[in-house]
């Protein structure tokens, strides 16, 4: 019995030592290899995300990397790039405002897009420091991600804006209804990275029944409105939403 335990002692002693020489290692491995830091200074007029090696074909949210605010610089701390010969690169999208809280009756919408030529790669090396900036864009520099519709509901009952099958949301406060008396949602719809135009002659509003709404082709960054009063629907008139245009 005095065995076992003098056996059992021993093992949980080494157990301990092993776990501190485990965590003096990883101390060790952070002090090797600091971090960089990445200024990004915004000299645009527009608030702007800035997304870390982002597939731009497929747009993917969760590698935000800063949000910077006009004339702001924002420091981020990376670890030094996986390749070091390739690098890291940075994806800055411009939220440009699409509709107030005036028009929204709720909150200010912003929507993506980007500048062309406009992405920043660069070597991170560990414990340097880099800086880079976030130009304004000039006239028709602006490439919008998507296209965006906006839907007043005159009528007497409240709707619901469907795309063939599926339900849209409102930008503003991700409501599925648009009710009576003026009420005005905003909806993005998804244009291909492939794809310069969408074809849209899937679009209806249902309260007791669905009514289609006609047919248009959609470019990115013009906003398509309509007005519907039950049965219906007139529109689309077509406006620019890039402000450099304007």
């Not at 092993?18 to 090797?32: F, K, R």
């Not at 006239?139 to 991600?145: E, H, Q, S, V, W």
């Not at 709707?159 to 991700?174: F, M, S, W």
Request: proline share 4%; charged share 15%; glycine share 6%.
């Amino acid at each position: 019995m005095h065995k076992a335990s003098v056996f059992f002692f021993v093992m949980a002693f080494s157990f301990v030592l092993l776990s501190c020489s485990t965590g003096d290692s990883g101390e060790n491995n952070a002090n090797n290899n600091p971090t960089a830091t990445v200024n990004l200074f915004n000299e645009s007029s527009f608030r702007v995300d800035v997304y870390k090696n982002l597939n731009p074909d497929y747009f993917d949210p969760t590698t935000l990397a800063a949000t910077v605010n006009p004339g702001e610089t924002k420091k981020v701390s990376l670890y030094a790039s996986t390749d070091q010969v390739i690098g890291d690169t940075f994806y800055p999208r411009y939220k440009v405002l699409l509709a107030d809280s005036f028009e929204t009756g709720t909150s200010n919408i912003y929507v993506d897009a980007q500048r062309n030529l406009s992405n920043i790669s660069l070597v991170v090396e560990s414990g340097k420091t880099y800086t880079r900036t976030i130009p304004q864009p000039s006239t028709g520099d602006l490439k919008f991600i998507n296209g965006y519709v906006k839907i007043q509901n005159t009528g007497s009952t409240q709707i619901q804006i469907h795309r063939a099958d599926t339900v849209l949301y409102k930008l503003d406060n991700n409501g599925a209804y648009l009710t009576t008396g003026q009420n005005t949602g905003y909806y993005e719809i998804t244009i291909s990275a492939f794809d310069n135009t969408l074809n849209m002659n899937q679009l209806k509003a249902y309260s007791s029944s669905f009514v289609v709404f006609p047919a248009f082709e959609m470019e990115r960054g013009k906003l398509y409105s309509f007005t519907v009063n039950n049965a219906t629907v007139t529109g689309p008139a077509v406006s620019n939403i890039d402000p450099m245009r304007n």
